[in-house]
């Protein structure tokens, strides 16, 4: 469903010299219920609290924008509970990903079908080093950078 909603939604801002940007987001939530949920850092609160954590993908253009992707970052103590994620409907195939494992595996679904970019703009959060390979590999430039 996510692949068919990228390919209808990419229709307006698809362009040779559009901008892939990706970052993250947290959401404040309470309890312990609440899929992923922990204390965590989050730029939303500028602190470490307890909340959710979403990756998102988006592209943009002079045509328009559209969020494409997103997934929700399970910290280690969820990926580590099996009946927490039993309890909250985490397929079975999900095992632990970090913010930037999200963030290259954004980039290879947008590739793999040729959704026309030129670059892609993130923060310093997702480093240099996968998100980067998998950018060269892809032919496509970045920009890296602490967002403020």
Known sequence: MRDLVRDCLVETPAADDAVLVIDET???????????????????????????????????SRQGHASIDRALYLPKVWTD????????????????ATKTGLAVGMIKRVVAPSVPFAWVGTDSVYGVGDVEMALRRAGKGYKIATLR
Request: glycine share 12%.
């Open 26 to 60: 947290g959401f404040l939530k309470q309890g312990r219920a609440c899929c992923s949920v922990g204390r965590q850092y989050t730029g939303s609160a500028r602190k470490i609290t307890n909340c959710q954590i979403g990756v998102f993908a988006a592209l943009g």
């Open 81 to 96: 509970d099996c009946a927490r994620l039993v309890a909250a409907h985490v397929p079975q195939a999900t095992s632990l």
